[in-house]
Nanobody, 115 residues
Framework: QVQLVESGGGLVQSGGSLRLSCAAS????????MGWYRQAPGKQLELVAG???????LYGDSVKGRFTISGDNAKLSIYLQMNSLKPEDTGVYYC?????????WGQGTQVTVSS
């Protein structure tokens, strides 16, 4: 079992910044990457950013150039620095950690960007 705990969401004005954190615990040796997804009201879950087991980084098209994902192996954590936030970035952000046959998810943290 892997536990993921997110923090750092909140309310910010358009153009502002937020930094999300996700701390992993438990059987983390089974996972093969970590990342962030989000779900906006009335929309499907979408990939925001991820780091693969091999260290490759990928971003969703809508956040490229504005968001940066990073990790700290010593703290078993990943972070999402979100800059130049837009109202369409509003949603619940979930930390994700897949292993070979299961996806672990955090409880989610709300990000609201006001116009």
């Amino acid at each position: 079992q892997v536990q993921l705990v997110e923090s750092g969401g909140g309310l910010v004005q358009s153009g502002g910044s937020l930094r999300l954190s996700c701390a992993a615990s438990g059987s983390i040796f089974t996972i093969n990457g970590m990342g962030w997804y989000r779900q906006a009201p009335g929309k499907q879950l979408e990939l925001v950013a991820g780091i693969t087991e091999g260290g490759s980084i990928l971003y969703g098209d809508s956040v490229k150039g504005r968001f940066t994902i990073s990790g700290d192996n010593a703290k078993l954590s990943i972070y999402l620095q979100m800059n130049s936030l837009k109202p369409e970035d509003t949603g619940v952000y979930y930390c994700n950690a897949p292993d070979h046959d299961y996806d672990y998810w955090g409880q989610g943290t709300q990000v609201t960007v006001s116009s």
